[in-house]
């Protein structure tokens, strides 16, 4: 910058005075991000404008809307500004190679949950694991999964497995180049800046470690700032005791059962659902769901 000054004006200046300068012309120096040029702004709006009617219009109680993305955790050290003494960089080590853990994640913006799946890659072949996942939870449920487009979105194993459930799932997909319109993005963020922002991980397990700490610590801090501070309302087709293959430690489970448990009145549902029963009588004997992914 002082050389093109230099050059342009035939003006010799100091880096400091011309810092002052350019924080005078309202300038400051900060580090550029990334955006998608070839995101088209026109079809984001309508795509706005769509799911605002599908909230408002088409939810109803036998249906929820899901936001569903995956993303990979690397071990290349993402480096972020932190605090250091003056003159002492911070130095994060580095083996040269970069494990990874993938995890696919679906948020429900009406409530907050969330369902996190760790896996050794994403496919098509775990993605439809993560399908599986999603209707095990919500059995009798039309989930909406809006996500991108992906190719292991639109595998022909999963399109086959759309044809089977059908009416269990409906996909609507993305504009391209938009993840600003997906929540769980955000989640994402969080993740890397907590787990891999400026750490050092020997290998794979540590980095899983690190992942199984940051959802613990989501879950309890959910429950902790709720205790005998707020109403909450939990809904689950779970038993308590099948608890710990959400949160995938029985310790911590026992915790936030625990506390849940204190003060609460618990209401306990038999017999058959009234949802599957009215979407089995809804379906037409000569018509087909065929839902397109």
Same mark, same amino acid.
């Given at each position: ?68 993305? &995956? ?39 009406? @409530? ?51 044809? &089977? ?18 929540? =769980? ?10 787990? =891999? ?7 794979? @397990?540590?980095?899983?470690?690190? =992942? ?8 309890? *801090? ?52 009234? *949802? ?6 809804? =379906? ?10």
């Amino acid at each position: 910058m002082q050389s093109y000054v230099e050059k342009h004006f035939g003006v010799c200046i100091s880096r400091e005075a011309l810092r002052k300068l350019l924080h005078r012309k309202g300038l400051s120096w900060t580090r550029p991000t990334y955006t998608l040029a070839k995101g088209d702004p026109d079809r984001q709006k309508n795509f706005e404008k769509q799911i605002d009617f599908i909230k408002k219009n088409l939810m109803d109680p036998d249906s929820v809307l899901l936001y569903l993305d &995956e993303t990979h955790i690397r071990s290349y050290h993402v480096l972020r500004s932190t605090w250091s003494e003056v003159g002492r960089q911070k130095q994060v080590p580095t083996f040269g190679h970069h494990a990874h853990v993938s995890r696919f994640g679906a948020v429900n913006i009406h @409530d907050g949950e969330t369902v996190l799946h760790q896996t050794t890659a994403a496919n098509a072949a775990t993605f439809l694991d993560f399908l599986r996942m999603l209707k095990e939870r919500d059995p009798d449920r039309l989930m909406v999964l809006v996500l991108d487009n992906a190719r292991i979105h639109h595998a022909n194993m999963v399109k086959e497995f759309l044809r &089977e459930e059908g009416q269990c799932f409906h996909f609507l997909s993305l504009p391209p180049y938009s993840p600003q319109l997906n929540p =769980i993005e955000r989640l994402w963020k969080w993740l890397e800046d907590t787990v =891999i922002a400026n750490v050092f991980h020997q290998n794979r @397990d540590d980095i899983v470690q690190a =992942i199984a700490r940051f959802v613990d610590d989501i879950h309890e *801090r959910l429950i902790a700032d709720c205790y005998e501070r707020k109403s909450v309302i939990v809904t689950s087709n779970l038993e308590f005791g099948q608890w710990n293959r959400v949160f995938g430690d029985n310790r911590l489970t026992a915790a936030l059962v625990d506390r849940l448990v204190h003060h609460a009145h618990i209401l306990a549902f038999t017999g058959e659902s009234y *949802r599957l029963r009215n979407a089995l009588s809804a =379906i037409q004997p000569s018509s087909s769901p065929g839902l397109e992914p």
